[in-house]
């Protein structure tokens, strides 16, 4: 992948700053790219950017292909002349601060809808060719997507298993009866994903041009209630009505003592194999549509994945069933030649995950936070240890804040015990020669100054903030993702300092 010393920041685009309850990707999201030239940055990291189901998550998104319509920049719909200036004021009650999920989506979906009501009478000619063109690009995904979305709405957004029988198994007489029905709702489905995309492509030259790369996540699973799962059910662990099996999770760990349970769908690898592993080849296209590296979350699952029974409560009954391993790499780089991957290789790695990702070159994951610790591959995670092929982070999404890890109380969020706490701040301390009060930037310069090619801090250990500012506690479906930035808040020191120690750690 990257050979030069560069760094980034790790900042998803719904927590960007902005006065519509949620961010977005158009004028907050290109002030933002300036503050990172400004710093001295090249890399901007992003979540999964497609379209959210319950929960809110980017990890349980209702389609791996497309694209979050909640993301579109209503500025510049008005911009582009689809949408009138006034039709905003329904958001000035939102305002900044956190995202309420719940009253945002339905009024942002509204005005959506509005805009693609009258695009056809608005667009210009030159617009209307262009989005006639990008569906037939995207037909492969867009069309089963597309009705999958109206059908979900015009169902009040039931999952697809609790469809009626014809619909959810796929019957052809059922689909071209929805098609016909649910015309305009897909139409309206194809429009939001153009929009999206129009936008999201305008961002990215935005980028390049100033010379930031994006990093973006593709989870290895998909989830159950899915556009990918609905359309492709063969490819999953499923059983004849569409009920999970087996489910995804992870064993019992720092996060959790009873593991992580997610819910998701397991691969037929068989299946897969037999068709050269054609939807995975098709998914990575897609992503480096999208994004210039591609952060393959959970890259141990390909080795082999935690299963768990499908009617489990939790994951801790669960047990290692191999994957497809280096296969299905190899398939990937036949067809589409290297890839700029960064496997996230996080939990319990074995010999035979870390030689899976060095056999393709991949970089790994280094996070600082488990730098000090109790478990026994913590030396590994030690400034003085990572190696160059390697991404170096204070934390990931699912870390707490570094201010927030280093402060707050052991057991309420983690697994650490009083005394372990105690051992790992004294380790800290004594290694970084500081006395703790500003744990962040002690973490981030050891992190800038080491061998790794490339460092990424979350905007929270950018600007010190506490456990507040977490944005994802795993094990938990309730208050996530809901962090935002305000306007100003990454203010001029912050920059000048994060300048300072990327021109003196030689990555600029």
């Known amino acids: 992948m990257r050979k030069a010393r560069q760094s980034g920041l790790l900042l998803h685009p719904t927590s960007l700053a902005g006065p519509y309850g949620i961010g977005d990707i158009g004028p907050a999201a290109r002030a933002f790219v300036d503050d990172l030239v400004e710093m001295g940055q090249h890399v901007w990291q992003v979540l999964p950017l497609g379209p959210t189901g319950y929960g809110d998550s980017p990890y349980q998104s209702l389609s791996t292909f497309a694209g979050n319509p909640v993301l579109i920049s209503f500025d510049d719909l008005v911009a582009d002349g689809l949408l009138d200036r006034r039709r905003l004021d329904s958001l000035a009650a939102f305002g900044e601060g956190r995202i309420n999920y719940g009253e945002v989506i339905p009024e942002r979906m509204a005005i ?25 690009d995207q037909q492969a995904w867009l069309d089963d997507y597309a009705l999958f979305a109206a059908i979900k709405t015009s169902r009040s957004g039931r999952p697809w298993i609790r469809w009626a029988r014809g619909l959810a198994g796929r019957d052809p007489e059922a689909l071209a009866d929805a098609e016909t029905e649910l015309a305009t709702g897909i139409r309206y489905a194809k429009i939001r994903q153009f929009l999206f995309e129009r936008q999201w492509h305008a961002l990215r030259v935005y980028c390049h041009r ?68 054609a939807w995975w080849i098709a998914r990575m296209r897609r992503a480096l549509e999208l994004l210039d590296i591609v952060r393959i979350d959970h890259f141990r699952g390909f080795e082999a994945h935690w299963e768990v029974p499908g009617s489990a409560r939790t994951a801790a009954g669960g047990r290692w069933v191999k994957g497809p391993g280096a296969a299905i790499f190899r398939a990937m780089e036949k067809a589409m030649g290297d890839l700029p991957v960064i496997a996230e290789d996080l939990g319990v790695i074995t010999d035979e995950v870390e030689a899976l990702r060095d056999e393709f070159k991949f970089p790994g994951m280094s996070i600082l936070q488990f730098a000090f610790g109790e478990d026994p591959k913590a030396e590994d995670y030690r400034p003085d240890h990572v190696r160059t092929n390697t991404v170096v982070y204070t934390g990931t999404h699912d870390n707490d804040t570094t201010v927030g890890w280093f402060t707050s109380e052991p057991g309420k969020h983690d697994t650490r015990s009083v005394k372990s706490v105690r051992e790992e701040h004294k380790a800290i301390l004594d290694y970084l020669r500081t006395d703790g009060s500003e744990i962040h930037w002690d973490l981030i310069r050891v992190g800038m100054k080491s061998r790794a090619s490339l460092c990424v801090f979350p905007v929270q250990d950018l600007l010190g903030l506490g456990s507040d500012a977490r944005i994802n506690r795993p094990g938990t479906d309730r208050g996530n993702w809901q962090w935002r930035l305000y306007p ?21």
């Open 488 to 508: 100003g808040q990454i203010s001029d020191g912050i920059k000048q300092r994060m300048r300072r120690l990327t021109v003196s750690s030689r990555r600029l």
């Open 112 to 136: 959506l809808d509005t805009v693609c009501r009258s695009f056809l009478r608005r667009a210009s000619s030159e617009l209307r060719d262009e989005f006639d063109a990008y569906c037939a």
């Open 210 to 277: 100033r010379r930031i790369s994006i990093i973006g996540d593709v989870p290895i699973f998909v989830a159950h209630d899915s556009a990918d799962v609905w359309s492709h059910p063969a490819l999953f662990t499923l059983d004849e009505r569409g009920g999970l099996t087996v489910q995804s999770g992870v064993p019992p760990d720092y996060f959790s003592k009873t593991g992580q349970l997610w819910g998701n769908p397991l691969y037929r690898w068989d299946v897969h194999a037999e068709t050269g592993y």
